[in-house]
């Protein structure tokens, strides 16, 4: 959106869309019972604080938690142990994390934790690089690993054969020139993180896109390419990963059903299938998986909704189940995979009488206007709040392929206007004394 706004307010922002295909419905074919398939969600034991943006990775027996935004900018660390029985108690760490984060990334090997850069304050992120032994569920002091090569936030990154390597993300400050494509990889060990080395770009520029690691290739979703207009996208590329670095040709797979970046949720492979938290369902936030095999993926198939609608929810994989925990919230839901749980497919088809594409793309915005029953129109140059205290205005004038308009629809969060639904980015806060979200499109 080109709206006037200071620079946490985008990075927060931008982390509340989540779009669908433009002229996409999903079309459920006959139920069907799969080995693969979530089953239902069950509640587990709370987040002990409402949050969104920290970032948690399992070592397989417990959960770890790092950061986020818990009506500020937290240093908190929580782990809890997780079972057949879903997530433990939740114990706060004796050693925080050095700074108050939001958004980094971490990931854990061989008994430790690794975590990068992240925003620090408001107008304000990070090239730091820390780390911390884990032991049976308790975090030991952090460690300075070696600095990423640029301040970052938003970033993805992942761990194998005892390298991270880190995919695009968010530099400073939050314009569309400071999103990057940039890859870079360096060795992990119990003494830290080695000096960083660059590798093949990501095929866009893009940041809150979420990677997985499988059988030797890394697999990155989604993502938000264009933070002035929150244009999010579903494509999924993968390549080759070795010692860290990435092949010379990033390759394009199966594309998610949603448009959609992390701020909706997250993905992790398991047993051959990747798992995405990613997108808005019906009841809840959409549940797809798809086959995982040799830098590809299978088709898509949909899962039964998350229980709740979430903002950068994270969902990590262990012993046949998968665990989520936050996101604006402090709910934290586990399902068995393979569980008894009803799946249909997910297929995509065109459903517009003025568009006839079947795909997501990254560079072409949406180009039918959606429907405003509900929503009041506001004047160029109004001013409304969002959750955060930020100040936005309605922008004017055009691009390209219309003329900016802003729609007020009030309702709680949880009531999702129905251009949301068709594609279109939204912003949750306060209008004329009312609650609501308000969307800006071109049309």
């Known amino acids: 959106m080109s709206l006037n706004v200071d620079r946490k307010s985008l990075t927060l922002t931008a982390v509340m869309l989540a779009l669908v295909s433009c002229g996409l419905a999903l079309i459920p074919l006959l139920p069907a019972v799969s080995a693969e398939a ?55 760490q004796t050693n925080s994390y050095p700074t108050n984060v939001y958004l980094p990334s971490c990931a854990i090997a061989a008994g430790y934790i690794y975590c990068v850069g992240g925003l ?75 000096a960083w080395s660059s590798t093949t770009v990501y095929p866009i520029t893009d940041n809150l896109n979420t990677c997985s690691v499988s059988g030797g290739y890394i697999f990155c979703l989604g993502g938000e390419y264009d933070m002035q207009h929150g244009f999010v996208t579903g494509d999924v590329y993968s390549d080759t990963l070795s010692s860290g670095a990435v092949g ?5 797979t199966t594309t998610y059903p949603f448009n959609a970046d992390s701020g909706a949720g997250s993905c992790a492979i398991s047993s051959g299938y990747m798992y995405c938290v990613v997108g808005f369902g019906e009841t809840g936030e959409a549940v797809e998986y798809a086959a995982v095999s040799s830098g590809t993926l ?38 068995l995979i393979g569980g008894t749980s009803t799946t249909s497919s997910s297929t995509s088809t065109s459903t517009s009488t003025t568009s006839t594409s079947s795909s997501s793309t990254t560079s072409s915005p949406h180009l039918v206007c959606p429907g405003t029953v509900g929503g009041t129109l506001m004047p160029p140059g109004a001013t409304f709040t969002d959750t955060f205290g930020n100040t936005w205005v309605a922008p004017s004038g055009s691009l390209g392929v219309g003329v900016w308009s802003s729609y007020f629809f009030p309702g709680p969060m949880s009531t999702i206007p129905a251009p949301m639904l068709s594609g279109w980015g939204g912003v949750y806060g306060t209008y004329g004394g009312q609650s609501g979200w308000v969307i800006t499109f071109f049309c």
């Not at 790092?66 to 939740?90: F, H, K, N």
């Not at 010379?248 to 394009?252: E, L, P, Y």
């Open 120 to 194: 620090v304050a408001a107008d304000e992120n990070t090239n730091a690089v820390y780390y911390a032994q884990l032991t049976s569920g308790s975090v030991g002091v952090w460690g300075s690993g070696t600095n990423y090569p640029t301040n970052i936030e938003a970033e993805s990154c992942v761990i194998s054969g005892g390298y991270i390597t880190c995919v695009a993300g968010l530099t400073f400050p939050a314009y569309i020139s400071t999103i990057t494509n940039a890859v870079y990889y360096a060795q992990v060990s119990s003494s830290g993180v080695g």
């Open 38 to 92: 979530p089953g239902s969600w069950t509640a587990t034991t709370s987040y002990p604080v409402s949050v969104l943006g920290s970032s948690c990775a399992t070592d397989g027996s417990y959960i770890y938690c790092v950061g986020g935004d818990a009506g500020g900018l937290v240093s908190s660390v929580y782990s809890a142990p997780i079972s057949s029985s879903g997530i433990g108690t939740w114990t706060l």
């Open 298 to 335: 299978g088709t898509w198939t949909a899962g039964l909704d998350y229980p709740s609608y979430v903002v950068t929810a994270q969902i990590v994989i262990s012993g046949g189940y998968i665990y989520g925990v936050g996101g604006q919230t402090s709910n934290a839901y586990y399902s």
């Open 248 to 252: 010379a040709t990033w390759s394009s």
